[in-house]
Structure formats: structure tokens, C-alpha cells
């Protein structure tokens, strides 16, 4: 799965939306399937969206709107989480149905070249979300 926002995707682990995906995946037997991920925290959309704020200078209006989109992703992504085992087939499919969709609304809101300069800066919005 490619990442969505490389620091954007901090914070869903299996969802490139929200974190960096890890080097490779884990492997999974029957005897030993891999446990579920924890839901990712609502507040992980706020706090990603305040740095994509002011690492890109959004707007107000333009941060209100990124800030549903990722709530929204963030809803989602726990949704599959639940709905489907860990590393399945099923989960993979809809985090990247539900990445793409997240992708795009982005694209939306902030314009082409706005959405450029903010997948240019990834590790800058990531560097924001560490700060404490």
C-alpha cells in the first residue's frame, strides 16, 4: 500500500492515511494470527490537521474541512479495523479504498499545488505532529 501523506499516516497503523507503514509485514500463521490493531485515537485528525496547518499554511476554512476529512478517514479506518481480521486481504482492500477516497478530498480542498507542496513537505508535517 503507498503512503497517503507519509506523516498524515502516522496514525492509523495498517492505513497509510495515518502512519508510516512499517518495513515489511509481519508474518501470520493459523496458530499464531496477529492481534487487532487499537482504534486510532479521534484526536490523531486534530492534531494532524493543526500541522498540516502550519507546516503548509492552510486556511481556516481550508484546516475545518481537512479536519473532517481526516475524522472521517480516522472513523473509517477503525470501522474495516473491526469489521476485518489483521493483514487479510479484505482489510488491505478497503484501507486503500478508504486511502484514495482520503487522498482525493484532500487534492480537493487544498488545490494541485497546494496538495504538491504538501506531499513535498511530508517529514516537515510528520517533524509538527512530534513536536509535544
Known sequence: MRPLLAAVLLLASS?????KRAKGPAPVTEAAAAPAAAPTPVTAARDLADAMATVLKLTPEQTGRIRTV???TVEQVNAARAQHPAQSPELAAALKRINVTSQTQLQQIMGPAKYRDFKAKQAQVQAEMARP
Open 15 to 19: 492505513c497509510s492515511v495515518f502512519h
Open 70 to 72: 481526516l475524522n472521517g
